[in-house]
């Protein structure tokens, strides 16, 4: 399901699960006031080695002063926080200008209820196996309040009635009946048919799927009542190529500041890899996961979120279900990097050379892959070419897109 054709709009949630954040924050802060104590080798936690990891929790329960001041966590959250979703206007305008104004917050106000109308501390209050995960009652927590930007209920939009909730990822309105929507919203887990017509489809899931179904594994239940609380730690307005499109949240130690810390979103690339097998995309995988390592220390949460799509070579189906993967990654802003193994590469460029009226060129298929020069294309690396360019942290300065040539060893801007 893709969204009308114009000005494409976009918005993100950031979401905790358990006190995630409360927990790595306590932890940093207790690298952070111990490091001459224990001997860390760095006052930062995300710096720690990977022996170190385990023994924090350990000094910390042992520790006088810290041992009575809750719960740590070691390791970010492994798929990150961040969910964003691409927004329905001319279907929807009401579900999505109403989800918007939340989300920024700050041009809301307050509301009837003598709150603040917007989504950043509000709970998700039910979480379904199966089925949804629902928030948006930033009144009462509990899914029986809710109020929308313009204080009373509001109409279904007639436009996202007749769209389906045909799978994951789907973004719909809550509501208790025909057109009473407030603020309350859900995304599905599965394809819920029995929905059609009875909620107002205004948007879609183009990334954090995985956060989604990290969250339903985590907290979710049979009944919906979540078995921890999911808060809705930050919001808003959603650009491809300014804001990042996956991370999470860490309350930094600052003797200077008022607080004694500073809120910080840590990105974690999105990765993309077009492999001509399951076994080579074990490869890269591996190698991935090695580089990333060795950047950011050992532990999960703390490398790039990976998504695979199997170029069957040989399959002349397979190819073209493979390519329109890759664009729709690309296409939906669901990457930060795409990576083309040698064989995968070799086949699209083969394609694209059989296609009628084709222009010639070095890595031209992978050039027409890119919509709009966002995102960075890796084309030809071997599993240890590709874990190399991630341990020199290439993809993190400014200036993309980039066209890597592994073949070659050599990047340059892709024109």
Request: charged share 25%.
């Amino acid at each position: 399901m893709a969204a009308p054709a114009e000005e494409r709009r976009f918005a993100y949630l950031d979401l905790d699960v358990g006190g995630h954040l409360e927990k790595l924050s306590r932890a940093a802060a207790f690298v952070d006031a111990t490091d001459t104590r224990y001997g860390w080798s760095s006052k930062d936690i995300l710096r720690l080695g990977g022996s170190e990891i385990p023994r924090v929790a350990d000094m910390k329960g042992s520790d006088h002063d810290w041992a009575g001041r809750g719960e740590i966590a070691v390791h970010p959250p492994p798929p990150g926080q961040r969910v964003v979703v691409e927004l329905f206007p001319s279907a929807s305008p009401q579900a999505c200008e109403n989800f918007l104004r939340l989300c920024r917050g700050r041009e809301a106000g307050v509301g009837q209820c003598g709150k603040p109308l917007r989504y950043h501390g509000s709970r998700v209050h039910r979480v379904q196996r199966g089925f949804v995960i629902q928030g948006g009652d930033f009144v009462k927590g509990n899914g029986t309040g809710g109020e929308s930007v313009w204080g009373k209920k509001f109409k279904d939009d007639k436009g996202g009635l007749q769209l389906q909730h045909a799978g994951p990822g789907v973004l719909s309105m809550g509501n208790s009946g025909k057109n009473s929507n407030t603020s309350q919203f859900f995304f599905t887990l599965a394809a819920a048919p029995q929905l059609d017509g009875k909620h107002v489809v205004f948007g879609r899931v183009v990334s954090g799927l995985d956060v989604l179904k990290y969250i339903e594994e985590t907290v979710g239940t049979t009944d919906g009542s979540p078995t921890a609380e999911v808060l809705v730690t930050d919001c808003g307005d959603w650009v491809p190529g300014e804001t990042p499109g996956q991370g999470y949240w860490l309350n930094v130690p600052d003797a200077d500041a008022f607080a004694g810390h500073v809120p910080r979103f840590f990105a974690r690339p999105r990765l993309g890899i077009v492999v001509p097998s399951p076994q080579v995309g074990a490869r890269f995988e591996q190698a991935i996961r090695a580089a990333a390592a060795e950047q950011t220390r050992s532990g999960p949460g703390r490398g790039p979120c990976l998504r695979v799509a199997v170029l069957e070579t040989g399959q002349e189906e397979d190819r073209d279900a493979a390519e329109e993967t890759a664009r729709q990654w690309l296409n939906d802003a669901g990457v930060d990097v795409l990576v083309l193994a040698p064989a995968a590469h070799a086949a699209l460029e083969k394609k694209r050379a059989n296609a009628p009226s084709a222009a010639g060129g070095e890595n031209q298929a992978a050039k027409e892959l890119v919509p709009d020069g966002r995102q960075i294309v890796v084309c030809k690396p071997t599993p240890v070419e590709l874990g190399d360019l991630l341990r020199n942290g290439w993809w993190q300065e400014p200036g993309g897109p980039w066209l890597v040539s592994g073949s070659a060893g050599a990047a340059g801007m892709l024109d």
